[in-house]
């Protein structure tokens, strides 16, 4: 019986139902550890914990597509570098994605994105649907600029020139120079979203250490009109900062 294959979608999460209820307890105590130390009102604390919880379930789900896709990235060049080895050893491409197909089956189980990807190009191919159409209906699907930039170079190259193996071989090399640039940006950007999380915690553990060992010293800003109007000013400022510190640190390579 022929193995059914289905086309991934890269629009949608894998997220299973208990990563989808921990991304809301995870959000839901964040939220309601923040709103706790900034009012001291339970309800307030429960309701506002609530929403970050949901609000966190959709920023974990989209996280998720946004891994795949980096794994997805990763898993096409090590393609490529399967590929390059194959053609120069005097294998026309169909037989390099054939040779790939088996080289990587060594590190990557049978049920990865890129073997799926592989056995719907190789499918496509006996159908007699071109090998430039199904790398650009990958491209298309997952929006990788690698891929789209392999699948236009190998669009245009396609039946046309002698040279697709060192044009391959080439392409390769891009992208493995700049994953190794990106991959040293992320080094140096780790130690500072490292330091703007800890500059984001300080905040709220001096107002809890304040507010519950302080002796009384802060009752007056949850016990007054004007004490509520300085929380809530503090907390915006706590959430405009949170965005801003993610937005630069989150650098888009």
Known sequence: MEK???????????????????AFLIGFAAGFLVLFIFYKIAILAIIGGAAFGVANIFASAAGSVKKRLSKLRVQFFDLLEAMSVGMRAGKPLLKSLQSAREDLLLIYPEDSDIIVELDIVLGRFDNAVPLSEAFADLAARSRLE??????????????????????TRE??????????????????????????????????VILAVIGYAGAGFMDAIYTTGAGRVVSTAGLVVFIISYILARKFSNVKL
């Open 4 to 22: 059914r294959i289905i086309v991934p979608d890269y629009t949608r999460s894998l997220l299973r139902g208990i990563d989808l209820a921990l």
């Open 171 to 204: 392409t390769q090399q891009i992208i493995a120079d700049k994953m190794e640039i990106e991959m040293e940006i992320d080094t140096l950007m780790t130690a500072a979203k490292t330091e703007v999380n800890i500059m984001l915690i300080m905040p709220l």
């Open 146 to 167: 690698d891929v789209a930039s392999f699948a236009t170079i190998y669009a245009t190259i396609e039946g046309k020139s002698g040279r697709a193996d060192e044009i």
